[in-house]
């Protein structure tokens, strides 16, 4: 009995920390994304960003002129 209660509060203890972590995470993407150059296509961050600033359609189309095949 003892060893379940133990095994429980471990198991509440992981998720609570993985938990915490993913909103570091966020804390640290929202901190590299606040720089424009990250979010520009062609940077390491720019996949990431998308999920803080998704591009508008306007930016979609204009990136796809310039980068489309000829």
């Given at each position: 009995?003892?060893?379940?209660?133990?095994?429980?509060?471990?198991?509440?203890?992981?998720?609570?920390?993985?938990?915490?972590?993913?909103?570091?995470?966020?804390?640290?993407?929202?901190?590299?994304?606040?720089?424009?150059?990250?979010?520009?296509?062609?940077?390491?961050?720019?996949?990431?960003?998308?999920?803080l600033y998704p591009?508008?359609?306007?930016?979609?189309a204009k990136l796809?002129q310039q980068t489309?095949?000829?």
């Amino acid at each position: 009995m003892i060893k379940r209660i133990l095994f429980v509060a471990a198991a509440a203890g992981l998720i609570a920390g993985c938990q915490s972590s993913g909103q570091s995470r966020q804390q640290q993407l929202a901190a590299l994304c606040a720089d424009p150059s990250n979010r520009a296509p062609g940077s390491d961050y720019f996949m990431e960003c998308q999920s803080l600033y998704p591009l508008t359609n306007a930016q979609r189309a204009k990136l796809y002129q310039q980068t489309a095949p000829q």
